[in-house]
DNA sequence: ACATGGTTTAACAATATTGTTAATACAAAT
DNA sequence: ATTTGTATTAACAATATTGTTAAACCATGT
């Protein structure tokens, strides 16, 4: 009965092709495309290259699946820096930046690879169709409506939204990029990890609120 | 004679190894060290491959030679973001984010090529040694003693001047990391190269002297 | 002219890396 | 029990990539 052996299936796939999947997400994460072998991927996972093979057929393909995943981690973060849009535009910042900085936190490797695998191949992983930039372009737009609104009313300081976004995520992933040269560096910075991500939580929230902090003078 | 050699050699050496040197720094700049490959890099300086070999054994030495030279350019920006000595302290600020800017504008494929071959490879390329460590910490404690003089004088916020530091490197370093993404992203921001980054340059200074403004109430 | 020494070439060697295939084991269905 | 199809293995193939070498080249100094 097909039923039962999909569900056997279910059950039994926790071993190789699983196996093999997360044994090249943890080498395609920190070592990149070109920099991960198809043979080590096997040996992490305890089976024979050509199992790799078999299931995934080019290193190409097991690296897309991986992609994908990451990609779609990406997308999360990106929407959670702009916040919460129940809650006023003013909070809505604050959540923003809180939320998008814990995802990042939660997932420290995703930036670089990202960064190296995706953003520098346009060709090959094209993730923006027009339908998805027009959407991103209206997200943006109201986000903006929204806040001039708001600058009227003497609630915040007028700013160009894209530029606050930007700014946003780069204070909130730079510094996990950085962090093991921060590390280094500021001995005694980054000496309590915990403390360390507490405090650029703190200081990435404290930045954004004054920058769109209304003048009094 | 041997002076006459020399000079000679200074001269004819702009041909072979500077060729090569040229092209490898293309391509390990963009690619990487796993990414590049010594063929390509023969090709483009329009040598034979051995030539490669002969100047420079390995492909990890001919690697080496570009880091020192990226690892120099990478230094000059982190001092350029500690602005200059000479003047007050919120002015040295606002030097130091407007001439870091600046030096990674003009160099804008230095971070991710320092971020990957570098900093995540901190068994190879130990460029911080304890003296310079050492250097390195007197420097933001004499920032911060200043910081907080200025400070008690009601000039500016109390701030830690390391977080100031981390924020003014990621506000400025992090833009270019994602400049093919946010160019695809945001059409109409990136639209105009020079405009953008004239927008980012002021941003970054708005929001860093923000940050260090004294709160009026 | 000849010797010297750095430069260049072309062909080769060695290894790493990805991908394929034929044979086999194994589990489930009929 | 036989069939069927997936999973697995081991050995091999193909290519890419780095590195080596012997011989030729060429400018310079003697």
Redesign the pocket.
Known sequence: ?LL??NI?DKKEKT??EQLILEAAEEEFLTKGFDG????VIAERAG?????L??YF????QLFERIVAKITALVAQTVLAAMGDPQKPIVERIRSGVASHFDLVAAHPLLPRFFLNEVVLRPERYNLLNDSLKERISALFMQLQTEADRAAGAGEMEAVDMRHLFLSIVSLNVFPFLALPFAERLLGDLAGDREKFLAARKAEAIETILRRIQKQKP
Chains 1, 2 share one sequence.
């Open positions: 009965m039962i052996k056997m071993t190789t991960a072998r198809t043979t089976v024979t290259h050509a199992m093979h078999y057929r080019t290193k190409e």
